[in-house]
């Protein structure tokens, strides 16, 4: 009994410390930065920290322009003025990350961001000096909710590319050109022109003087940047000569030896733009390229002919040159030719593009008429029942020695049904000859039932297209039964 009585002790007592456990868990899980008032202060940066904030709640007070669920706060106030970058990569829930100035109840939001990549969040901004920042994390979506996850944050201050200004463009040299800066510690100067094709917030500078007249492409490699040339010596006086917002098409112009030419590269209203590559090269040629059909024409058919050629430069092809090889010459886009007579003709075309970049490809179209026709079928005039008949198929051609398959039906009721098939070579014949397909057939019952016969007769190129297949069949004179 007494041994009985002492594990039911020890159970108790497990239990009731489990249960304390518990409930100092609880208590250790809310974060102490979980409300505005007691923020977590940051004294430097760069600043990182790793946070338990699955117990995290909302406060009353937290404001609800960007998602306040499970948030926790941390503050900074700024040295000097600097361009702020703070980011949750690593953490391992949905988080939203905000930052605000002001204070509790009456905050001003500055940036809010979810899903700058994958589930995490980023966000920068320019800060001054003697200002206090707030930031908020929560989890998305909604407001009020409790919980979180394992957060990772990161706070620094990045320093401004040193192309940041007008006064400051980098200089290119030679070409090709190529180089990388963070646009989200770029900024816009006062009197900066917004491109004419996106409008920015963040940019750099480049300058090119070309020593000769050429087109050249200027290009990012970045979602999110553009590219806007200038010319001009301010800020005040700049005219643009080209843009671009797509990081796959470059913006090409015709740069002028001597002319110094101002390249800005910014980020678009689509963000998303942090390292980004400019590159400046010469403008390549255009691709010159097109395509035919049918692709085995014979001298009566009108042959179509298609454009295919593309500009990398993004310029665009302005105009053409057809060549035929027969003397004949074309500038349409897409034109159609007939070539009178077999031959191989080596056809060119040349495209010029808006700003004068060439480019020629050639092809050589093999023009062959092949032709054959069924010009006599001979039968005789009248059979008998079990009667064995011939039927002589007379072919003719006079182009290129050609394989031709005969196809021998005769009719019945309703249609023609086959009787036999012949393949032969049929060498070419001038002065009206032709080769003779030599059938033979066996007169039935069926056929005196009928009281005739008529043969029908189709030929067939092997492997070739026939370029008059009208006279490729002929019908024979009935034969009367007997």
Sequence with gaps: MVRRNSLRLGVVAASALALTLV????????????DFASATVITSLPFTTAQDTSEATSDPSDPVECYNNGSVWYAYTASADTTIDANTFGSNYDTVLSAWTGSQGSLTLLACNDDAGSLQSRISFAASAGTTYYFMVSFCCGHGGTGGGSLQLSVSALVPPGNDSFANATVVGALPFADTQNLAVASVEAGEPQPSCFGTSRTVWYSVTPTTTQSLSASVDQYGAGVAVYTGTSLANLSPVGCTNYYYYPATFRAQAGTTYFIQVG??????????????????????????????????????LIDASQDPANVGISARLWEFGDGGTSTQQNPTHRFTADGDYTVRLTVTTTDGRTASTSQVVGVRTHDVAIIRLGVPQSARVGQTIAIDVYVRNTRYPETVRVELDKGVPGGFTGVGVLTLSVPVKMGGQSTRFLFSYTVTSDDRALGKITFRATATIVNQPDALPADNQLLSTPIKVM
């Design 23 to 34: 409930g100092s868990t609880a208590a250790l899980a809310q974060p102490t930065n979980d």
């Design 267 to 304: 980020e678009t209203s689509s963000g998303a733009a942090n390292s980004t590559t400019f590159r400046l090269r010469t403008a390549p040629d255009p691709v010159a390229s097109f395509y035919y059909y049918p692709d085995d024409p014979s001298a009566f058919d009108t042959v179509q």
